[in-house]
C-alpha cells in the first residue's frame, strides 16, 4: 500500500499507510502524528499544515496553487523552496512513498 513519511525534527520517521487521494494533513491528524496542527482544518488558510517536502517527493506532487502560495508565506518556520501545505497535497494515484519533514514549529 502507497505511504506517507512523516520525518520528525529530530530525525525520528514515521511511514503510515494511506490511500490514492488522502492528504499529508489528514493522514498526520488522523495518525496523530506531532507538528501537523492544521488549525483550519484544510481551508489552506493557517499555514498550520507546512511541511517541508523531501527533493525526490517534490515531482510526484502537482504545483503549488494561488491560494497556497500565499498562504506559504506566512508559515512560522520560514518558507523554502520545498515548502508545501500539507492539506493541500494529496496522495498521487500510482505513487508509493511521498516524505515530507515536519517543521520546528508551526505557530
Ligand atoms: Fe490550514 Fe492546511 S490546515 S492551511
Given at each position: 500500500?502507497?505511504?506517507?513519511?512523516?520525518?520528525?525534527?529530530?530525525?525520528e520517521r514515521?511511514?503510515?499507510?494511506?490511500?490514492?487521494?488522502?492528504?499529508?494533513?489528514?493522514?498526520?491528524?488522523?495518525?496523530?502524528?506531532?507538528?501537523?496542527?492544521?488549525?483550519?482544518?484544510?481551508?489552506?488558510?493557517?499555514?498550520?499544515?507546512?511541511?517541508?517536502?523531501?527533493?525526490?517527493?517534490?515531482?510526484?506532487?502537482?504545483?503549488?496553487?494561488?491560494?497556497?502560495?500565499?498562504?506559504?508565506?506566512?508559515?512560522?518556520?520560514?518558507?523554502?523552496?520545498?515548502?508545501?501545505?500539507?492539506?493541500?497535497?494529496?496522495?498521487?494515484?500510482?505513487?508509493?512513498?511521498?516524505?515530507?519533514?515536519?517543521?520546528?514549529?508551526?505557530?
Amino acid at each position: 500500500m502507497p505511504q506517507i513519511t512523516y520525518v520528525q525534527p529530530d530525525g525520528e520517521r514515521r511511514s503510515i499507510p494511506v490511500a490514492p487521494g488522502a492528504t499529508v494533513m489528514l493522514t498526520a491528524v488522523a495518525n496523530n502524528v506531532p507538528g501537523i496542527v492544521a488549525e483550519c482544518g484544510g481551508a489552506a488558510m493557517c499555514a498550520t499544515c507546512h511541511v517541508y517536502v523531501d527533493e525526490q517527493s517534490q515531482a510526484l506532487l502537482p504545483p503549488v496553487s494561488e491560494v497556497e502560495n500565499e498562504m506559504l508565506e506566512s508559515a512560522a518556520s520560514g518558507r523554502r523552496e520545498n515548502s508545501r501545505l500539507g492539506c493541500q497535497i494529496a496522495m498521487p494515484d500510482g505513487v508509493e512513498e511521498i516524505v515530507v519533514h515536519i517543521p520546528s514549529t508551526q505557530n
